[in-house]
Protein backbone atom coordinates (compact mmCIF):
# COMPACT_ATOMS: atom_id res chain seq x y z
CA UNK A 1 0.00 0.00 0.00
CA UNK A 2 2.96 2.15 1.09
CA UNK A 3 6.27 2.52 -1.39
CA UNK A 4 10.13 2.87 -0.19
CA UNK A 5 11.24 3.49 3.21
CA UNK A 6 7.91 3.47 4.92
CA UNK A 7 6.36 0.31 3.56
CA UNK A 8 10.09 -1.53 4.30
CA UNK A 9 9.59 -0.17 7.89
CA UNK A 10 6.14 -2.28 8.28
CA UNK A 11 7.18 -5.15 6.37
CA UNK A 12 10.06 -5.59 9.04
CA UNK A 13 8.20 -4.69 12.18
CA UNK A 14 5.60 -7.44 10.26
CA UNK A 15 8.73 -9.74 10.84
CA UNK A 16 8.39 -9.54 14.99
CA UNK A 17 6.51 -12.41 16.99
CA UNK A 18 2.96 -10.97 18.05
CA UNK A 19 3.38 -8.25 15.16
CA UNK A 20 0.58 -8.38 12.75
CA UNK A 21 0.16 -6.10 9.40
CA UNK A 22 -1.71 -3.63 11.52
CA UNK A 23 0.04 -3.48 14.47
CA UNK A 24 3.09 -2.48 12.39
CA UNK A 25 1.59 -0.29 10.37
CA UNK A 26 0.79 1.71 13.60
CA UNK A 27 4.26 1.05 14.75
CA UNK A 28 5.73 2.32 11.86
CA UNK A 29 3.54 5.77 11.73
CA UNK A 30 4.49 6.23 15.48
CA UNK A 31 8.53 5.87 15.02
CA UNK A 32 7.79 8.28 11.47
CA UNK A 33 5.92 10.54 14.59
CA UNK A 34 8.98 10.56 17.21
CA UNK A 35 11.44 13.08 17.01
CA UNK A 36 14.95 12.35 15.47
CA UNK A 37 16.63 11.64 19.27
CA UNK A 38 13.98 9.18 20.07
CA UNK A 39 14.66 7.10 16.69
CA UNK A 40 18.38 7.14 16.86
CA UNK A 41 18.93 5.73 20.59
CA UNK A 42 16.08 3.29 19.91
CA UNK A 43 18.25 2.09 16.00
CA UNK A 44 21.27 2.45 18.28
CA UNK A 45 19.84 0.31 21.18
CA UNK A 46 18.65 -2.44 18.88
CA UNK A 47 22.58 -2.44 17.11
CA UNK A 48 23.99 -2.35 20.72
CA UNK A 49 22.00 -5.68 21.79
CA UNK A 50 23.11 -7.45 18.52
CA UNK A 51 26.73 -6.13 19.43
CA UNK A 52 27.24 -6.90 22.83
CA UNK A 53 24.75 -9.50 23.84
CA UNK A 54 25.09 -13.21 23.38
CA UNK A 55 23.59 -16.37 25.40
CA UNK A 56 25.74 -17.25 28.41
CA UNK A 57 28.01 -20.16 28.11
CA UNK A 58 26.59 -22.32 31.21
CA UNK A 59 22.78 -21.66 30.93
CA UNK A 60 21.55 -20.07 28.02
CA UNK A 61 20.27 -16.99 28.80
CA UNK A 62 20.75 -13.71 27.66
CA UNK A 63 24.69 -12.17 28.68
CA UNK A 64 26.37 -9.24 28.26
CA UNK A 65 29.94 -11.59 28.26
CA UNK A 66 30.66 -15.18 28.81
CA UNK A 67 28.04 -15.40 31.92
CA UNK A 68 24.57 -13.82 32.68
CA UNK A 69 24.31 -12.11 35.84
CA UNK A 70 22.61 -15.31 37.80
CA UNK A 71 25.87 -17.02 36.90
CA UNK A 72 27.67 -14.91 37.87
CA UNK A 73 26.31 -14.54 41.53
CA UNK A 74 28.32 -16.75 43.58
CA UNK A 75 25.01 -16.59 46.26
CA UNK A 76 23.04 -18.95 44.51
CA UNK A 77 22.65 -22.55 44.64
CA UNK A 78 23.81 -24.80 42.26
CA UNK A 79 22.48 -27.67 43.25
CA UNK A 80 19.39 -26.62 42.09
CA UNK A 81 18.22 -25.75 38.41
CA UNK A 82 15.26 -24.33 37.21
CA UNK A 83 14.25 -25.48 33.59
CA UNK A 84 12.47 -23.04 31.46
CA UNK A 85 12.36 -23.02 27.71
CA UNK A 86 13.53 -19.19 26.90
CA UNK A 87 15.30 -16.27 28.19
CA UNK A 88 11.95 -14.51 29.03
CA UNK A 89 10.74 -17.33 30.89
CA UNK A 90 13.59 -17.17 33.11
CA UNK A 91 12.84 -13.56 33.79
CA UNK A 92 9.42 -14.33 34.82
CA UNK A 93 10.33 -16.70 37.30
CA UNK A 94 13.03 -14.46 38.89
CA UNK A 95 10.34 -11.84 38.56
CA UNK A 96 8.88 -13.94 41.40
CA UNK A 97 11.95 -14.17 43.58
CA UNK A 98 11.38 -17.42 45.11
CA UNK A 99 14.18 -19.57 43.31
CA UNK A 100 17.55 -19.01 44.89
CA UNK A 101 18.87 -21.53 42.23
CA UNK A 102 20.03 -21.04 38.91
CA UNK A 103 18.39 -21.71 35.68
CA UNK A 104 18.85 -23.81 32.41
CA UNK A 105 17.10 -22.49 28.95
CA UNK A 106 16.34 -24.64 26.46
CA UNK A 107 15.89 -23.18 24.03
CA UNK A 108 12.28 -24.05 23.14
CA UNK A 109 10.00 -26.88 23.80
CA UNK A 110 9.81 -30.61 21.98
CA UNK A 111 6.81 -30.06 19.13
CA UNK A 112 7.21 -32.51 16.28
CA UNK A 113 4.51 -30.60 14.05
CA UNK A 114 7.09 -27.79 14.01
CA UNK A 115 10.10 -30.12 13.59
CA UNK A 116 11.94 -29.44 16.79
CA UNK A 117 12.96 -33.25 18.70
CA UNK A 118 14.93 -33.11 21.77
CA UNK A 119 18.05 -33.39 19.70
CA UNK A 120 16.97 -29.60 19.14
CA UNK A 121 16.70 -28.42 22.29
CA UNK A 122 19.71 -27.81 25.28
CA UNK A 123 18.88 -31.33 26.70
CA UNK A 124 22.70 -32.92 26.78
CA UNK A 125 24.08 -29.20 28.20
CA UNK A 126 21.67 -29.56 31.41
CA UNK A 127 22.00 -33.56 31.92
CA UNK A 128 26.00 -32.50 31.97
CA UNK A 129 25.40 -29.46 34.64
CA UNK A 130 23.12 -31.94 36.59
CA UNK A 131 26.15 -34.14 36.87
CA UNK A 132 28.85 -31.85 37.44
CA UNK A 133 27.58 -29.63 39.75
CA UNK A 134 25.93 -32.64 42.06
CA UNK A 135 22.71 -30.99 41.40
CA UNK A 136 19.94 -32.60 43.79
CA UNK A 137 16.43 -30.66 42.22
CA UNK A 138 15.19 -29.92 38.99
CA UNK A 139 12.30 -27.60 38.76
CA UNK A 140 10.67 -28.04 35.09
CA UNK A 141 8.86 -24.70 34.45
CA UNK A 142 7.89 -25.16 30.65
CA UNK A 143 4.50 -23.53 29.96
CA UNK A 144 1.82 -25.73 30.87
CA UNK A 145 0.72 -26.45 26.98
CA UNK A 146 1.17 -29.88 24.88
CA UNK A 147 4.66 -28.86 24.21
CA UNK A 148 5.86 -27.65 27.41
CA UNK A 149 4.09 -30.54 29.29
CA UNK A 150 5.83 -33.26 26.59
CA UNK A 151 8.99 -31.34 27.11
CA UNK A 152 8.32 -31.65 30.87
CA UNK A 153 7.99 -35.69 30.81
CA UNK A 154 11.17 -36.48 28.58
CA UNK A 155 13.32 -34.18 30.74
CA UNK A 156 12.14 -36.04 33.89
CA UNK A 157 12.41 -39.38 31.80
CA UNK A 158 15.64 -38.41 31.09
CA UNK A 159 16.83 -37.23 34.96
CA UNK A 160 15.19 -39.90 37.57
CA UNK A 161 17.33 -41.94 36.70
CA UNK A 162 20.59 -39.97 37.54
CA UNK A 163 18.62 -39.86 41.47
CA UNK A 164 17.75 -35.88 41.00
CA UNK A 165 14.43 -34.98 42.32
CA UNK A 166 12.64 -33.74 39.66
CA UNK A 167 9.40 -31.31 40.16
CA UNK A 168 7.08 -29.68 37.74
CA UNK A 169 5.01 -26.40 38.10
CA UNK A 170 1.68 -26.78 40.42
CA UNK A 171 -0.98 -26.00 39.67
CA UNK A 172 -2.29 -21.53 39.45
CA UNK A 173 -1.32 -21.69 35.67
CA UNK A 174 -3.84 -21.82 32.72
CA UNK A 175 -2.90 -24.32 30.79
CA UNK A 176 -2.27 -23.33 27.58
CA UNK A 177 -0.63 -20.59 28.93
CA UNK A 178 2.63 -18.83 28.55
CA UNK A 179 4.78 -17.88 31.81
CA UNK A 180 5.77 -14.51 30.43
CA UNK A 181 2.32 -13.34 31.25
CA UNK A 182 1.28 -15.25 34.33
CA UNK A 183 1.83 -12.39 37.12
CA UNK A 184 3.99 -12.69 40.06
CA UNK A 185 1.43 -13.57 42.48
CA UNK A 186 0.20 -17.00 39.85
CA UNK A 187 3.79 -17.61 39.54
CA UNK A 188 5.10 -17.51 43.04
CA UNK A 189 1.47 -19.99 44.09
CA UNK A 190 2.47 -22.21 41.19
CA UNK A 191 6.40 -22.47 41.63
CA UNK A 192 5.88 -22.96 46.02
CA UNK A 193 3.49 -25.55 44.92
CA UNK A 194 5.29 -27.41 42.77
CA UNK A 195 5.20 -31.29 42.82
CA UNK A 196 7.68 -34.24 42.34
CA UNK A 197 7.45 -35.99 39.23
Known sequence: MYEGPIQELIDELARLPGIGPKSAQRLAFYLIKIDDLEAKNLAEAIIRVKERV???????????GELCLVCR???RDKTVLCVVEEPKDAA???????IRGRYHILGGAISPLDGIGPEDLRVQELIDRVERDAVTEVIVA???NLEGNATAMYVAALLKPIGVKVSRLASGL???GDL??????????ALEGRREM
Open 142 to 144: TNP
Open 73 to 75: NPS
Open 54 to 64: AFCRECGNVAE
Open 174 to 176: PVG
Open 180 to 189: EYADEVTLTQ
Open 92 to 98: SVEKAGV
